[in-house]
């Protein structure tokens, strides 16, 4: 605490000085504050609900495990990467593009590369390592989380008539399961396939690894699209 309050008071002895710089510099950039109001996160909308559900998972993920202070901070940065790994909007309408915008392009300009590791979820943790029982609870966080993200994002198009919101040329996130944590499985919507009725409930899907046939109950859209 002696610490940060050094630091606290350094910081604050810094914007006093500058502050007529960082003033001109923030009206110049066309920078505008807003904020919502004090204890009331449902103004916060979507970000609100994300960390809702992130609090939720963690807790649920290691609320009884006992962790060092090392080994918690890693888990926290594995989360991180996980979280600034989702699909936001296509970067391009190029049939062949198949990289989305996501949280990392803000942070670090190119999209996170996770590193290939074992699968230990279904591994007694008194066999496993520190660090690979880090990797294992990173591993059951993002089994829960990205399944509830993707089923989000099939619930905003789910009671829309003939599903109006799919079309050719979408980038659209298929839903696969056991990928590997910040590997999503992306693909661009090659044709659609209507039944009797003339509504589409299938779709062909071009993806890296060439075209797959799925059903729509297994594809959604971006958040943003």
């Known amino acids: 605490f ?26 110049n950039e066309g920078i505008s504050w807003s904020f919502i109001p004090a204890h ?11 960390i809702k559900s992130t609090k939720l998972h963690l807790k649920r993920v290691a609320g009884n495990a006992l962790l060092t202070f090392e080994r918690f901070y890693t888990l ?7 979280l600034n790994s989702r699909p ?25 590369t996770a590193v290939p590791e074992l699968e230990f979820m279904q591994l007694p943790e008194n066999r496993l390592s520190h ?8 591993q059951h966080f993002w089994a829960r989380w990205s399944l509830e993200y993707v089923s989000e994002l099939q619930q905003r198009v789910k009671w829309r008539s003939n599903y109006e919101i799919l079309k050719v040329g979408d980038l659209v996130v298929i839903k696969e399961d056991n990928l590997p944590p910040c590997k ?3 693909g661009r919507i090659d044709s659609l396939h209507p039944g009797r009725d003339g ?6 899907i071009n993806t890296r690894k060439g075209p797959i046939k799925r059903s729509f109950a297994k594809i959604c859209p971006l958040p943003i699209n």
């Open 2 to 27: 002696i610490g940060a309050n050094h630091e606290l008071k350094q910081l604050g002895h810094f914007l006093l000085e500058h502050n007529n710089t960082l003033t001109e510099s923030i009206n």
């Open 40 to 50: 009331s996160p449902h103004f916060g909308g979507l970000w609100e609900a994300g």
């Open 76 to 82: 926290l940065v594995q989360i991180e990467a996980v």
């Open 88 to 112: 936001l909007t296509p970067l391009s309408n190029d049939p062949s593009d198949y990289i989305p915008l996501t949280p990392s392009h803000f942070l670090i300009g190119r999209p996170l």
């Open 131 to 138: 660090f690979q029982q880090v990797q294992r609870l990173q």
């Open 184 to 186: 999503w499985l992306l």
């Open 199 to 204: 509504i589409s409930r299938v779709a062909t």
